[in-house]
């Protein structure tokens, strides 16, 4: 199918020798909200940052094809320049390094990549603006260095303001919700959903069905052992909030 | 000739007295001591091999600066490295003052000359020293040349005056000693920028000896960047003595040279005395770059602050030794210290030692050393955005370092435009 974005075969990953993904299936199409679910130390985050090209992953069987091409030989800026981010669960505090020097570098890389032209301060600013104020993020912290200092929320916003300035076509979200307040969660699911769109994938990845009430997803699945043993509509997400992962991980026959 | 020999031939030939008096102690100091050694505790881990055991030939006094076989222009080099400071001036062409290329500071209430012309009411302010060791006693011995400075009570030089030390090649190894008087009156202020530059593919051995006497409630703001060429042996001081209530912000960038060290002997003797000290050390290839600071709360209420980063790459070997001498009357004390280093290569090297000796009770006094590698979490943060590995690297780096530049003034944009000019080009 041509809307086809991503599409991870029988994966198989390990960290330090120990097998962390264990056969893990996913197809994600664009225009669409996936949700991947689990308890904790299923493998959820190593699947974000497999996706994203972090180094410290071995990846022992299995294929990962992103828009056609194969991932996981490609370098994790070329990935980023081709469409992938990566929403950090702890975002990285860079001291001296300024947050709009950084996001600009950034946007730049993405442009030059697409044979479009670089934009100049003055260009990028009026972007930067424009975008701040879909998750309503304070233009101070623009003038600070990179996450330093700043509130779990506001590092969260940060993540959601990149995601928003460099338009990716596959956006991982990983544990955006943990941390948050509840004014925080609502700033930061308006800022995703005004991201949906018809060209854009986002595969959600959380503990809590909590931020499901805000970004409603079209797929949830369930990881358990590395591997996803369950899909189904969002309403498997409300399922596994009244019972529990649990009893889905022994309804899954394992 | 050897050292003894030449430094007592100098000490015969001087005519004022101070000066007589000063190279008659070098000369006593330098018989008693001797080159330094690796059993000297700060010079433990210096390639003293690279500090000539004899004496070098003298620079002949040139009309022209050459370097890399072409003649080279110094007024263009100056508003290459300075583009438009409106500043005071005083160029030297190894070791010799230019006054075509010099623009002498004339403000209200300042003195200025040479060395050659001081009298010796004039440095009356200037205690001699016991030398720390004998490459002080060298300097103080053979010094050529120099300025004196001296601000009246309450005068303020209305722009910052540049030492602008150049070399020229030199067809055989050569030496340079230079020496510095600066005495900032009692609530005086000014801003001493020392530029060392070197386009000298021969040996060479400089020493660059700064005297500061800072009077009650005086206001020093210094900077030295020192960019010798990489063939050169570099070892500059700066001697600073704060009186009460006096204030001293000193910045660094350590960036040429085969050996290059730049040592700091700071007495905060009056009440109230403040003191910071800021720099970054770079080495690459097999280059030697050190800092060395021996500084004393003598007084109660002094503060001081010293934060040094260090990056070295290849097989560069960096050095960090820093002291803490807290007496035993000096109360109410804030001391703090802060050396940080990374290391791009398996073969670079960084010894770094604090050293804290503190005989008062009323004492607020920290320190730290890191030494590491860029941070893996932030590289792969900045990656994950499209950067690319070089490029990240080089921000990350670029942002390391220039931490340390953040507080400086924006009256000096072209001393920090030079700063950062210099950590693009190398980082």
Same mark, same amino acid.
């Given at each position: 199918m041509d809307n086809l974005i991503l599409k991870i075969e029988n994966l198989n990953v390990n960290v330090a020798d120990r097998a962390i993904l264990n056969g893990l299936n996913l197809e994600v199409?664009?225009?669409?909200?996936?949700?991947?679910?689990?308890?904790?130390?299923s493998g959820k985050s190593t699947l974000a940052s497999?996706?994203?090209?972090?180094?410290?992953?071995?990846?022992?069987?299995?294929?990962?094809?992103?828009?056609?091409?194969?991932?996981?030989?490609?370098?994790?800026?070329?990935?980023?320049?081709n469409g992938i981010f990566l929403g950090f669960q702890y975002p990285v505090e860079i001291p001296g390094v300024g947050n709009t020097y950084f996001l600009k570098a950034a946007l730049n890389a993405i442009r030059k990549h697409r044979g479009e032209k670089e934009l100049d301060a003055m260009e990028f600013l009026k972007v930067a603006?424009?975008?701040?104020?879909?998750?309503?993020?304070?233009?101070?912290?623009?003038? +600070?260095? %990179?996450?330093? !200092?700043?509130?779990?929320?506001?590092? *969260?916003?940060?993540? $959601?303001?990149?995601?928003?300035?460099?338009?990716?076509?596959?956006?991982?979200?990983?544990?955006?919700?943990?941390?948050?307040?509840?004014?925080?969660? +609502?700033? %930061?699911?308006? !800022?995703?959903?005004?991201?949906?769109? *018809?060209?854009?994938? $986002?595969?959600?990845?959380?503990?809590?069905?909590?931020?499901?009430?805000?970004?409603?997803?079209?797929?949830?699945?369930?990881?358990?052992?590395?591997?996803?043993i369950k899909s189904g509509s969002r309403d498997l997400a409300s399922e596994l909030e009244k019972t529990g992962y649990e009893a889905v991980v022994a309804g899954a026959g394992r | 000739?050897?050292?003894?020999?030449?430094?007592?031939?100098?000490?015969?030939?001087?005519?004022?007295?101070?000066?007589k008096n000063l190279r008659q102690h070098a000369l006593n100091e330098f018989n008693s001591k001797g080159l330094p050694t690796r059993h000297m505790e700060p010079w433990k881990h210096t390639k003293l091999s690279l500090i000539p055991s004899n004496p070098?030939?003298?620079?002949?006094?040139?009309?022209?600066?050459?370097g890399f076989g072409l003649k080279l222009e110094p007024k263009k080099i100056l508003d290459h490295v300075l583009k438009g400071l409106d500043c005071y001036l005083v160029t030297f062409v190894d070791g010799h003052i230019n006054e075509s290329l010099s623009n002498f500071p004339k403000d209200q209430g300042v003195q200025f000359s040479s060395i050659g012309h001081l009298s010796d009411e004039d440095v009356v302010s200037f205690k001699t020293k016991s030398s720390q060791h004998g490459v002080h006693s060298i300097n103080a011995a053979l010094f050529q040349t120099g300025i004196f400075l001296k601000l009246d009570k309450n005068a303020v030089l209305t722009k910052p005056f540049v030492l602008f030390h150049l070399s020229s090649e030199n067809k055989s190894p050569t030496m340079k000693h230079l020496r510095h008087f600066i005495v900032a009156g009692e609530k005086s202020q000014a801003t001493?920028?020392?530029?060392?530059?070197?386009?000298?593919?021969?040996?060479?051995?400089?020493?660059?000896?700064?005297?500061l006497v800072a009077q009650p409630d005086s206001n020093i703001l210094h900077f030295k960047i020192q960019e010798a060429s990489m063939s050169s042996t570099h070892m500059g001081t700066l001697d600073a003595k704060l009186e009460a209530g006096a204030v001293l912000r000193s910045y660094l960038l350590n960036w040429g040279?085969?050996?290059?060290?730049?040592e700091y002997y700071v007495a905060l003797d009056g009440k109230g005395a403040d003191c910071s000290l800021k720099g970054l050390f770079f080495g690459k290839n097999e280059q030697n770059s050190e800092v060395i600071i021996d500084l004393q709360h003598n007084s109660s209420n002094t503060k001081s602050e010293q934060n040094f980063k260090g990056v070295l790459e290849d097989k560069a070997h960096g050095v960090f030794y820093g002291k803490i001498l807290v007496q035993k009357d000096a109360q109410k004390i804030n001391a703090d210290q802060s050396n940080k280093n990374i290391l791009l290569s398996d073969d670079a090297i960084v010894n770094t030692r604090p050293q804290l000796e503190i005989y008062a009770d009323d004492v607020k006094c920290s320190h730290g050393a890191t030494i590491g590698r860029l941070d893996e979490g932030a590289l792969f943060y900045l990656r994950s955005r499209g950067i690319g590995k070089k490029e990240a690297?080089?921000?990350?780096?670029?942002?390391?370092?220039?931490?340390?530049?953040?507080?400086?003034?924006?009256?000096?944009?072209?001393i920090k435009d030079r700063l950062h000019h210099l950590l693009e080009a190398t980082l």
């Open positions: 199409r664009s225009g669409e909200v996936h949700a991947i679910m689990g308890p904790n130390g497999v996706l994203a090209g972090r180094d410290s992953y071995t990846i022992t069987g299995g294929s990962i094809t992103y828009m056609g091409q194969d991932l996981t030989t490609m370098a994790a800026e070329d990935r980023a320049r603006k424009e975008k701040m104020k879909i998750v309503q993020m304070d233009q101070k912290l623009m003038e +600070r260095a %990179v996450n330093q !200092g700043f509130s779990g929320g506001e590092k *969260k916003r940060n993540e $959601i303001f990149q995601m928003s300035v460099l338009e990716p076509r596959l956006a991982i979200l990983d544990e955006t919700d943990s941390g948050l307040d509840i004014d925080a969660l +609502r700033i %930061v699911a308006n !800022g995703v959903n005004s991201l949906r769109s *018809k060209d854009r994938a $986002i595969v959600l990845i959380t503990h809590y069905q909590r931020l499901l009430d805000y970004i409603v997803p079209d797929h949830v699945h369930v990881l358990a052992g590395g591997r996803i | 000739m050897s050292w003894a020999a030449q430094i007592e031939q100098h000490s015969r030939s001087s005519k004022a007295n101070w000066l070098l030939q003298w620079p002949q006094q040139k009309t022209e600066l050459l001493i920028i020392e530029f060392h530059m070197g386009f000298n593919s021969n040996d060479e051995f400089e020493t660059s000896y700064l005297n040279g085969r050996l290059a060290r730049q690297e080089h921000m990350l780096l670029l942002g390391f370092a220039e931490e340390i530049l953040i507080d400086i003034d924006q009256k000096l944009i072209p």
